[in-house]
């Protein structure tokens, strides 16, 4: 149930992480530290009294979601490069998702069909309307730029130490759906790609969540979870574990189902994928977007 309070929650980890998401993303150059960007920006939220909701996403090209800094990431921004900036802030456990995409080359127009998509759903965010009639909007503005959304990946729902639940908010149209209702926390995030339009899971893994609370039975793996229970089932990063050994307990831990691994998700080879997204409320005519 939204009251005052729990707005007041959503509202300020908004208005810190649409502040730190545009500084953030005035940082990705080309010959920057991937990894020193990614420290900076996390650390930045910590600094600001609030946590993050999950690792900052920084994905590449046909990367279109779930990548971050590993420990020692030795890679830079280059050149051409088109960067996902997806940054989530939590405060008491309620949920700021917004992303913004950095162009390093000439895709401006790829860039416009993600933001012109998300201010489409937006504007059609009230009480009875149903997610399909979104996801109609978003996938109406992306095509007609030239370019396809991505039909796999979609907008959520949000709750106090959740960073996805239903809703899901597709990026097409379907029929029906969700119908919203007032007091619904939603994010909405359109993705306009030049590839084929669903993204596929690649090996690279680096961010988990905890499932399911089990014994576990090696020093390492209790180690590890000693730190993952602080997040309360939000999303983490290996890198921020800072434990050597983690690895195998992370392989261990996932194949109990006591963690899930968030492979990356993307596109085909050489495509280029662009994201926008923001977090907000359904109010009683319409919405506020705490992002913003």
Same mark, same amino acid.
């Given at each position: 149930m939204m !009251?005052?309070?729990?707005?007041? !929650? &959503?509202k300020e980890a908004g208005k810190l992480a649409s502040k730190i998401l545009h500084e953030g993303a005035q940082g990705v150059r080309a010959g920057g530290s991937y990894l020193e960007l990614v420290d900076s920006v996390e650390d930045r939220i910590r600094s600001e009294g609030a946590d993050l909701a999950f690792p900052l996403n920084v994905s590449l090209n046909e990367d279109a979601a779930h990548d971050t800094a590993s420990t020692g990431d030795e890679r830079v921004f280059a050149k051409g490069d088109v960067v996902k900036f997806d940054l989530g802030v939590q405060i008491e456990g309620y949920v700021a998702d917004t992303a913004t995409t950095v162009d390093l080359g000439n895709n401006s127009l790829l860039l416009d069909a993600s933001r012109a998509a998300l201010d489409a759903a937006i504007a059609c965010v009230r009480p009875g309307i149903t997610t399909g009639e979104i996801g109609a909007a978003i996938e109406h503005e992306? /095509?007609? *730029?030239? &370019? *396809?959304? /991505?039909? !796999?990946?979609t907008g959520h729902g949000l709750d106090q130490y959740v960073a996805h639940m239903d809703p899901t908010i597709p990026n097409i149209a379907i029929s029906g759906g969700t119908v919203l209702e007032e007091g619904m926390a939603i994010a909405i995030e359109p993705f306009a790609t030049t590839g084929s339009g669903r993204v596929g899971e690649k090996t690279r893994v680096e961010i988990y969540s905890q499932i399911s609370d089990k014994p576990v039975r090696t020093p390492a793996a209790r180690g590890v979870m000693e730190k993952v229970r602080e997040r309360r089932g939000l999303p983490f990063s290996r890198r921020w574990l800072n434990d050597k050994k983690a690895g195998l307990a992370l392989i261990s831990l996932c194949r109990s189902q006591i963690l899930y691994g968030y492979p990356v998700l993307s596109d085909i080879p050489g495509s280029l994928v662009s994201q926008?997204?923001?977090t907000m409320i359904v109010t009683e005519d319409g919405c506020i977007v705490t992002t913003r």
């Open positions: !009251n005052d309070e729990i707005l007041e !929650n &959503y992306i /095509v007609t *730029r030239g &370019y *396809r959304p /991505v039909a !796999n990946l926008h997204e923001h």
